[in-house]
Protein backbone atom coordinates (compact mmCIF):
# COMPACT_ATOMS: atom_id res chain seq x y z
CA UNK A 1 0.00 0.00 0.00
CA UNK A 2 1.06 3.40 -0.66
CA UNK A 3 -0.50 6.63 -0.31
CA UNK A 4 0.90 10.10 -1.85
CA UNK A 5 0.05 13.71 -0.44
CA UNK A 6 1.72 16.91 -1.61
CA UNK A 7 4.98 16.35 0.15
CA UNK A 8 4.03 13.15 1.94
CA UNK A 9 4.46 9.32 0.71
CA UNK A 10 3.16 6.47 2.86
CA UNK A 11 3.67 3.23 1.72
CA UNK A 12 3.08 0.10 4.43
CA UNK A 13 4.77 -3.35 3.94
CA UNK A 14 5.61 -6.31 6.92
CA UNK A 15 3.46 -4.54 9.47
CA UNK A 16 5.73 -1.23 8.82
CA UNK A 17 4.17 1.80 7.37
CA UNK A 18 7.14 4.53 6.50
CA UNK A 19 6.32 7.90 6.56
CA UNK A 20 8.45 10.01 4.19
CA UNK A 21 8.18 13.69 3.67
CA UNK A 22 10.08 16.05 1.14
CA UNK A 23 10.74 19.52 0.58
CA UNK A 24 13.25 20.10 -0.91
CA UNK A 25 16.41 21.66 -0.15
CA UNK A 26 16.02 22.01 3.65
CA UNK A 27 12.84 20.08 4.19
CA UNK A 28 11.25 23.01 6.41
CA UNK A 29 8.45 22.52 8.48
CA UNK A 30 5.16 24.76 8.57
CA UNK A 31 1.57 23.99 10.03
CA UNK A 32 -0.08 22.83 7.14
CA UNK A 33 2.72 19.86 6.63
CA UNK A 34 3.24 18.51 10.50
CA UNK A 35 -0.84 18.70 10.52
CA UNK A 36 -0.52 16.35 7.19
CA UNK A 37 2.27 14.18 9.15
CA UNK A 38 -0.42 13.84 12.00
CA UNK A 39 -3.25 13.10 9.91
CA UNK A 40 -1.05 10.38 8.49
CA UNK A 41 -0.19 8.75 11.92
CA UNK A 42 -4.10 9.59 13.16
CA UNK A 43 -4.82 6.69 10.17
CA UNK A 44 -2.15 4.25 10.42
CA UNK A 45 -3.55 4.10 14.26
CA UNK A 46 -6.79 2.69 13.02
CA UNK A 47 -4.89 0.41 10.66
CA UNK A 48 -4.56 -3.06 12.31
CA UNK A 49 -1.85 -4.17 9.73
CA UNK A 50 0.48 -1.34 10.79
CA UNK A 51 2.37 -1.91 13.64
CA UNK A 52 5.24 0.26 13.78
CA UNK A 53 6.33 3.24 11.93
CA UNK A 54 9.41 4.81 10.34
CA UNK A 55 9.71 8.64 10.07
CA UNK A 56 12.02 9.47 7.03
CA UNK A 57 12.47 12.17 4.73
CA UNK A 58 14.24 12.62 0.95
CA UNK A 59 17.38 15.05 0.59
CA UNK A 60 20.43 15.65 2.21
CA UNK A 61 18.36 17.21 5.42
CA UNK A 62 16.27 15.19 7.51
CA UNK A 63 14.82 18.46 8.63
CA UNK A 64 15.77 22.11 9.13
CA UNK A 65 13.21 23.19 11.14
CA UNK A 66 10.83 26.11 10.10
CA UNK A 67 11.32 28.97 7.91
CA UNK A 68 12.01 31.89 9.70
CA UNK A 69 13.79 33.38 6.88
CA UNK A 70 11.11 36.24 6.25
CA UNK A 71 8.98 36.09 9.07
CA UNK A 72 8.73 39.46 11.15
CA UNK A 73 7.39 38.83 14.58
CA UNK A 74 3.51 38.93 14.24
CA UNK A 75 4.14 36.00 11.55
CA UNK A 76 6.13 34.03 13.27
CA UNK A 77 4.33 34.50 16.08
CA UNK A 78 1.14 33.08 14.45
CA UNK A 79 3.10 30.15 12.45
CA UNK A 80 4.48 28.81 15.26
CA UNK A 81 0.85 28.48 17.39
CA UNK A 82 -0.56 27.02 14.28
CA UNK A 83 2.38 24.37 13.86
CA UNK A 84 2.76 23.66 17.54
CA UNK A 85 -1.45 22.93 17.49
CA UNK A 86 -0.61 20.47 15.37
CA UNK A 87 2.60 19.05 16.81
CA UNK A 88 1.06 18.04 19.65
CA UNK A 89 -1.04 15.77 18.02
CA UNK A 90 1.77 14.00 16.97
CA UNK A 91 2.76 12.66 20.88
CA UNK A 92 -1.00 11.54 20.80
CA UNK A 93 -0.57 8.66 18.03
CA UNK A 94 -0.50 5.30 20.04
CA UNK A 95 1.94 2.88 17.52
CA UNK A 96 5.56 3.00 17.96
CA UNK A 97 7.95 5.43 15.76
CA UNK A 98 11.62 4.82 14.79
CA UNK A 99 13.13 8.29 12.82
CA UNK A 100 15.84 7.79 10.05
CA UNK A 101 18.00 10.96 10.66
CA UNK A 102 19.99 10.74 7.67
CA UNK A 103 21.10 14.40 8.06
CA UNK A 104 20.50 18.02 9.82
CA UNK A 105 17.97 17.82 12.44
CA UNK A 106 17.70 21.56 13.30
CA UNK A 107 15.05 23.58 15.24
CA UNK A 108 11.95 22.17 15.18
CA UNK A 109 13.46 19.33 13.15
CA UNK A 110 15.58 18.40 16.13
CA UNK A 111 11.86 18.60 17.65
CA UNK A 112 10.10 16.40 15.55
CA UNK A 113 12.98 13.91 15.46
CA UNK A 114 11.63 13.12 19.92
CA UNK A 115 8.60 12.49 18.44
CA UNK A 116 10.15 9.09 17.67
CA UNK A 117 10.62 6.56 20.38
CA UNK A 118 13.87 5.94 18.65
CA UNK A 119 16.48 7.50 16.23
CA UNK A 120 18.95 5.71 14.21
CA UNK A 121 21.41 7.85 12.92
CA UNK A 122 24.64 8.64 11.04
CA UNK A 123 28.13 10.17 11.26
CA UNK A 124 27.05 12.86 8.71
CA UNK A 125 23.90 13.41 10.92
CA UNK A 126 23.82 17.32 13.11
CA UNK A 127 21.46 18.27 15.40
CA UNK A 128 21.28 21.82 17.22
CA UNK A 129 18.45 23.34 19.50
CA UNK A 130 19.41 26.19 18.45
CA UNK A 131 16.36 28.81 19.40
CA UNK A 132 18.52 30.81 21.99
CA UNK A 133 20.70 31.70 18.26
CA UNK A 134 18.14 32.87 16.93
CA UNK A 135 16.88 34.87 19.98
CA UNK A 136 13.75 33.08 21.21
CA UNK A 137 12.82 30.57 23.82
CA UNK A 138 12.52 26.59 22.21
CA UNK A 139 9.45 25.27 20.98
CA UNK A 140 7.90 22.21 19.78
CA UNK A 141 7.49 20.83 23.08
CA UNK A 142 11.64 20.17 23.69
CA UNK A 143 12.03 21.74 27.14
CA UNK A 144 10.27 18.17 27.69
CA UNK A 145 11.30 16.15 25.59
CA UNK A 146 14.60 16.89 25.47
CA UNK A 147 15.65 16.89 29.39
CA UNK A 148 13.25 13.63 29.64
CA UNK A 149 15.79 11.71 27.11
CA UNK A 150 19.24 13.17 28.46
CA UNK A 151 18.76 14.92 31.32
CA UNK A 152 18.15 18.52 32.53
CA UNK A 153 22.13 19.30 32.49
CA UNK A 154 23.14 17.67 28.82
CA UNK A 155 19.66 19.75 27.73
CA UNK A 156 20.57 22.67 28.99
CA UNK A 157 24.41 22.50 27.29
CA UNK A 158 22.09 21.99 24.10
CA UNK A 159 19.37 24.82 24.66
CA UNK A 160 21.93 27.58 26.20
CA UNK A 161 24.98 27.01 23.41
CA UNK A 162 22.95 26.14 20.69
CA UNK A 163 25.95 24.25 19.49
CA UNK A 164 25.44 21.65 16.67
CA UNK A 165 26.51 18.28 17.41
CA UNK A 166 27.51 15.14 15.00
CA UNK A 167 25.33 12.29 15.36
CA UNK A 168 27.97 10.37 16.96
CA UNK A 169 27.68 12.95 19.98
CA UNK A 170 24.18 12.72 19.96
CA UNK A 171 24.63 8.36 19.89
CA UNK A 172 26.83 9.10 22.51
CA UNK A 173 24.16 11.66 24.82
CA UNK A 174 21.76 8.94 24.02
CA UNK A 175 20.03 11.54 21.99
CA UNK A 176 20.12 8.79 19.08
CA UNK A 177 19.57 5.10 20.10
CA UNK A 178 21.74 3.65 16.77
CA UNK A 179 24.67 4.82 15.20
CA UNK A 180 25.50 3.24 11.41
CA UNK A 181 26.84 4.35 8.44
CA UNK A 182 25.29 7.35 6.01
CA UNK A 183 24.29 4.78 3.73
CA UNK A 184 22.12 2.47 5.92
CA UNK A 185 19.72 4.95 8.45
CA UNK A 186 16.73 4.24 6.40
CA UNK A 187 17.54 0.72 6.18
CA UNK A 188 18.60 0.04 9.62
CA UNK A 189 15.53 1.95 11.12
CA UNK A 190 13.10 -0.30 9.06
CA UNK A 191 14.58 -3.10 10.51
CA UNK A 192 13.89 -2.03 14.02
CA UNK A 193 10.22 -1.06 13.13
CA UNK A 194 9.75 -4.69 11.76
CA UNK A 195 11.82 -6.64 14.69
CA UNK A 196 9.24 -4.58 16.88
CA UNK A 197 6.35 -5.82 14.33
CA UNK A 198 7.08 -9.02 15.28
CA UNK A 199 6.09 -8.52 18.75
CA UNK A 200 2.34 -8.53 19.83
CA UNK A 201 0.82 -5.16 18.59
CA UNK A 202 -1.77 -5.05 21.57
CA UNK A 203 1.00 -5.66 24.51
CA UNK A 204 3.44 -2.92 21.96
CA UNK A 205 0.78 -0.07 22.21
CA UNK A 206 -0.25 -1.01 26.11
CA UNK A 207 3.52 -1.20 26.85
CA UNK A 208 4.15 2.32 24.73
CA UNK A 209 0.77 3.75 26.92
CA UNK A 210 2.08 2.67 30.08
CA UNK A 211 6.27 3.93 29.52
CA UNK A 212 4.63 7.37 28.36
CA UNK A 213 1.85 7.41 30.63
CA UNK A 214 0.86 11.21 30.86
CA UNK A 215 3.94 12.36 28.98
CA UNK A 216 1.53 14.15 26.15
CA UNK A 217 -0.18 16.23 28.35
CA UNK A 218 3.26 17.10 30.11
CA UNK A 219 4.67 18.25 26.98
CA UNK A 220 1.29 19.83 25.79
CA UNK A 221 1.70 22.28 29.25
CA UNK A 222 5.23 22.85 28.61
CA UNK A 223 4.35 23.86 25.04
CA UNK A 224 1.97 26.47 25.98
CA UNK A 225 4.45 28.14 28.24
CA UNK A 226 6.80 27.64 25.75
CA UNK A 227 4.60 29.76 23.33
CA UNK A 228 3.74 32.35 25.96
CA UNK A 229 8.21 32.73 25.81
CA UNK A 230 8.24 32.56 22.41
CA UNK A 231 5.24 35.17 21.47
CA UNK A 232 7.23 37.99 23.83
CA UNK A 233 10.67 37.23 22.01
CA UNK A 234 9.01 37.51 18.52
CA UNK A 235 8.79 40.96 18.87
CA UNK A 236 12.46 41.71 20.35
CA UNK A 237 14.85 43.36 18.44
CA UNK A 238 17.47 40.29 19.40
CA UNK A 239 14.66 38.02 17.55
CA UNK A 240 15.50 40.53 14.22
CA UNK A 241 18.97 40.23 15.09
CA UNK A 242 18.83 36.35 15.35
CA UNK A 243 17.14 35.26 11.91
CA UNK A 244 19.51 38.08 9.81
CA UNK A 245 22.42 36.50 11.91
CA UNK A 246 22.21 33.13 10.61
CA UNK A 247 20.62 34.52 7.01
CA UNK A 248 23.87 36.15 7.08
CA UNK A 249 25.69 33.06 8.02
CA UNK A 250 27.47 35.41 10.88
CA UNK A 251 27.72 35.31 14.76
CA UNK A 252 24.85 36.97 16.12
CA UNK A 253 25.11 40.09 18.07
CA UNK A 254 22.77 40.33 21.06
CA UNK A 255 21.63 43.18 23.02
CA UNK A 256 19.21 41.84 25.53
CA UNK A 257 16.23 44.21 23.81
Known amino acids: ?17 TITFERPPHNFVDAA ?3 ALADQLEA ?4 ADCRAVVL ?5 VFCAGADLSSANGAAASAGAASLYTHAMRLFRTTKPIVAAVHGPAIGAGMGLALVADFRVTCPAARYSASFARLGFHPGFGMTTTLPNLIGVQ ?14 AQAYAMGIADELVPDAEVRTRAIELAREIATSAPQ ?17 TAGNL ?16 EGVAAAAERRAPIFTGS
Open 1 to 17: MTTNTTAITVSLSDHVA
Open 33 to 35: LIC
Open 44 to 47: LDKN
Open 56 to 60: ATNGK
Open 154 to 167: KAAMLFYTGRRIDG
Open 203 to 219: AIISTRAELRRDLADKI
Open 225 to 240: REQKFQEAQFATADFK
